[in-house]
């Protein structure tokens, strides 16, 4: 009996149906792949084709191997049952992943598929456990938790939840489920189980590496990475919701040139449109909004504008996309996905022609007035009940490639722009998935409070997206929701978050401040309301001076952020990094979740709770340490108590780099 056969490069085994394929993938890494009863389909949902490896494959009667660089797979067939186990090696022989056994009479199953109606199945994958293991990666989640180790995740996207089932473990491996279905991952001290609700095959995709870096420059190659950075994407970005007329747009942006605070873009937030789905100013609020773009870049800002991909039962284009088949369907009942001011129901971004119509009303209504970056909010899409398995993509049903829709947005603009001649591209989006960051994609963390418990979410998420593969990241200053200009509370977190805010990938000021402000248009109707005042002189005369020193401090840093976007560019590298990432043999590293390095040089410890004046920072082994504020030198692999009044936080620069610093912070 012959279980494994070598073809055109890869390991194949068959058995009772079932077909395993293992193809090397890139340098020091795997894919594999598996199908009931039907051929493994080519194709691929988010890797590229990689540069060609040659595998070493060795097949005996009941086992077998394949090498590529740094990664083994070994492959046994069990006794009982003739069920296949795979174990991923190192170079140095040392178990990176295991699927489960059998386990004799338990008859259990590694790659367990439960047919469903057609040819999808819901698949359980399962793998043995290292309890000592750490993880880290998975996308953005809103939980205070560094080490994902235990914890149970959702694999479908929400309003501040992006899932990206990457991730890097401690034993020096990354592992990628490439596979868009909605589903769960449970990181159990046991077994870890990936769930796909609807899918046709298993496939995941493997690499090894001596280091972090070069687990993630591994990812990068097969994934892609973002374009470079604009040049407006260094500095500071002012938004608020919302600026609800062009007279009070421009006023804010004179009054930042008056004072001499330099403003890359200025932001237009949602419903200055009539209806969602119109994709135009609103003539009643912006009766001249191209005179307003030339007027931002007169005064030095790029205009943003922000982009819903709903579409209103009302809006001008709305029975000619539902004609042309360009919507999201729902499978039972009236046909409304999102209820706001109006029923709505999604455009279908992964339809090329939608992509096409829409960015043809984009160019026209926005680009063609010279607005060259856009916010493409609600990207999840942000379905008001999220009952995945009632909605159907041109894709295909969302239980089965749902998590690709924000991605296909950021590839709707990103495409459109390009073939508009535009060269440099940045986009605001609010959800991510495996290779967005091919699209232009800065990642805000979306709709989250105003309290220190999410400022402290954030300092995960941040880390954690950038491990993803998804450099550009940022958050709403000062969080979203319930912040009160006028609170001395409210007051302090914003100037704690603003300086977090300075060594992020990108810095923008943003919120649905209280108290807000009706908004009655001329037929008489409800518009979206307008929040209070978010500008840095907002909040008084404390914070205003610290809040320009540090975009001041921002503008100090341009030259360093801007080789750091360089770097993302050419190797995939975060910009926000877990200590780790620089110093993966200090074993402290591993498990500090409340400060970062801002690229290879930066050390930010933020401070993140409420009325603290000092907090404790480790400082990594293998550097010495110079503190940004004061000059002073600290050793390396040691824990510090740093004072850090209102008007600063601690920064430490690694070895003395970035020194024009010292004495800024």
């Given at each position: 009996m012959r279980f494994f056969e070598e073809a055109n490069g890869s390991l194949l085994f068959r058995e009772n149906g079932e077909t395993v394929m293992i193809t090397p993938w890139g340098e020091n890494s795997l894919r594999v792949r598996s199908t009931i009863l039907s051929d493994i389909e080519?194709?691929?949902?988010?890797?590229?084709?990689?540069?060609?490896?040659?595998?070493?494959?060795?097949?005996?009667?009941?086992?077998?191997?394949?090498?590529?660089?740094?990664?083994?797979?070994?492959?046994?067939?069990?006794?009982?049952?003739?069920?296949?186990?795979?174990?991923?090696k190192n170079q140095r022989d040392e178990v990176l992943l295991q699927e489960i056994p059998n386990g004799g009479a338990l008859c259990l199953k590694a790659r367990h598929f439960k047919p469903l109606q057609g040819n999808t199945f819901r698949l359980k994958a399962s793998f043995n456990s290292n309890p000592a293991e750490k993880i880290y990666g998975m996308g953005q989640y809103q939980q205070e938790t560094f080490?994902?180790?235990?914890?149970n995740l959702e694999l479908a996207h929400r309003n501040s939840q992006a899932s990206i089932p990457f991730y890097i473990s401690s034993l020096g491996y990354g592992f990628l489920w490439h596979n868009a279905a909605i589903g769960e991952v449970h990181f159990g001290s046991n077994t870890t189980q990936w769930i796909a609700e609807s899918t046709k095959q298993l496939d995941y995709w493997i690499t090894a590496g001596d280091t972090p870096a070069e687990i993630e420059e591994a990812y990068a190659a097969v994934t892609g990475t973002a374009p470079m950075m604009p040049e407006y994407g260094l500095g500071f970005w002012q938004c608020k919701l919302r600026y609800y007329n062009q007279e009070q747009a421009l006023e804010i942006a004179?009054?930042?040139?008056?004072?001499?605070?330099?403003?890359?873009?200025?932001?237009?937030?949602?419903?200055?449109?009539?209806?969602?789905?119109d994709w135009r100013f609103d003539e009643e609020y912006f009766p001249d909004p191209k005179a307003m773009v030339d007027e931002l870049h007169e005064l030095g800002m790029e205009t943003m504008v922000s982009i819903w991909p709903q579409v209103d039962w009302r809006s001008e284009n709305y029975e000619e996309m539902k004609q042309k088949g360009l919507l999201v369907k729902i499978n039972s009942g009236i046909d409304v996905q999102m209820n706001f001011h109006g029923n709505n129901v999604f455009m279908d971004a992964t339809n090329p022609r939608t992509r096409e119509y829409v960015w043809e009303k984009c160019k026209q209504n926005y680009a063609d007035l010279g607005i060259n970056t856009f916010w493409l909010d609600e990207a999840e899409p942000e379905f008001t009940t999220y009952d995945f398995d009632n909605y159907r993509y041109h894709a295909g049903p969302v239980a089965e490639v749902g998590n690709i829709y924000p991605r296909e947005y950021a590839r709707l603009f990103y495409e459109g722009q390009q073939s508009n001649g535009q060269k440099d591209i940045v986009n605001l989006i609010r959800c991510a998935w495996v290779g967005s960051q091919r699209y232009g994609a800065l990642v805000w963390s979306g709709d989250i409070m105003s309290t220190y418990e999410d400022f402290r979410k954030q300092i995960c998420a941040g880390i954690h997206m950038g491990i993803c593969g998804i450099p550009w990241w940022t958050t709403d200053i000062g969080g979203?929701?319930?912040?009160?200009?006028?609170?001395?509370?409210?007051?302090?977190?914003?100037?704690?978050?603003?300086?977090?805010?300075?060594?992020?990938?990108?810095?923008?000021?943003?919120g649905c401040r209280q108290?807000?402000?009706?908004?009655?248009n001329k037929a008489g109707e409800v518009r979206e309301w307008t929040g209070a005042d978010n500008e840095v002189w907002s909040f008084g005369e404390e914070a205003y001076p610290i809040l320009v020193k540090f975009i001041n401090i921002r503008e100090k840093t341009r030259d360093y952020t801007r080789s750091l976007m360089e770097e993302t560019h050419k190797k995939g590298s975060p910009?926000?990094?877990?200590?780790?990432?620089?110093?993966?043999?200090?074993?402290?590293?591993?498990?500090?979740?409340?400060?970062?390095?801002?690229?290879?040089?930066?050390?930010?410890?933020?401070?993140?709770h409420e009325h603290m004046t000092s907090r404790s920072v480790y400082l990594p082994d293998g550097a010495y340490w110079i503190h940004a504020g004061n000059g002073k030198r600290y050793e390396g692999g040691k824990t510090y108590e740093v004072e850090a009044p209102l008007d600063t936080l601690p920064v430490f620069l690694r070895n003395g780099k970035q020194e024009y610093l010292i004495g800024e912070i």
């Open positions: 080519d194709g691929s949902v988010a890797l590229l084709e990689p540069t060609k490896a040659t595998a070493s494959i060795h097949i005996e009667d009941m086992q077998a191997t394949i090498e590529n660089g740094k990664i083994r797979a070994e492959l046994m067939v069990q006794p009982w049952g003739k069920n296949l186990q795979i174990t991923f080490n994902l180790k235990g914890c004179r009054e930042y040139k008056n004072r001499n605070i330099p403003v890359d873009v200025f932001v237009i937030d949602y419903y200055h449109w009539p209806r969602c789905g979203f929701h319930g912040g009160v200009t006028e609170d001395p509370d409210f007051r302090e977190l914003l100037v704690r978050w603003f300086q977090f805010g300075t060594f992020c990938p990108v810095m923008r000021l943003h108290p807000g402000q009706t908004i009655i910009i926000m990094r877990a200590l780790f990432y620089e110093f993966p043999q200090d074993k402290n590293c591993w498990d500090i979740k409340d400060s970062y390095m801002f690229g290879s040089d930066i050390l930010v410890a933020p401070i993140c």
